[in-house]
């Protein structure tokens, strides 16, 4: 069965760090764009940062020099350390797994929550 399942999230003051955590079934972690997004109450929902299958990351402006995407092909596992976080940060989390050749379909895990005091 595909899962993703994410883990990390939290209550944290502004300035500190957090790193969340998406564990994938191993059948479509190799092939799969891994990404994180966001959603705050009231909002839309946005990338925050996304890594190929090669390796290449990008990040939305909002969270670029503070976040950093990792993935671990040994774990099946992409990580998202967040550092120098901010109010504006606060939103439940969400992994996701894209197949770059639309053969098979896009894969959400049910969300973290992470909220930063002020």
């Known amino acids: 069965q595909v899962q993703l399942v994410e883990s990390g999230g939290g209550l944290v003051q502004t300035g500190g760090s957090l790193r969340l955590s998406c564990a994938a079934s191993?059948?479509?972690?190799?092939?799969?764009?891994m990404g994180w997004y966001r959603q705050a109450p009231g909002k839309q929902r946005e990338l925050v940062a996304r890594?190929?299958?090669?390796?290449?990351?990008n990040y939305a402006d909002s969270v670029k020099g503070r976040f950093t995407i990792s993935r671990d092909t040994t774990k099946n596992t992409v990580y998202l350390q967040m550092n120098s976080l901010k109010p504006e940060d606060t939103a439940v989390y969400y992994c996701?797994?894209?197949?770059?050749?639309?053969?098979?379909?896009?894969?959400w895990g049910q969300g973290t929550q992470v909220t930063v005091s002020s």
């Open positions: 996701n797994a894209e197949d770059p050749l639309r053969i098979h379909p896009t894969y």
């Open positions: 191993g059948s479509i972690f190799s092939r799969s764009n």
């Open positions: 890594i190929t299958t090669g390796g290449s990351t």
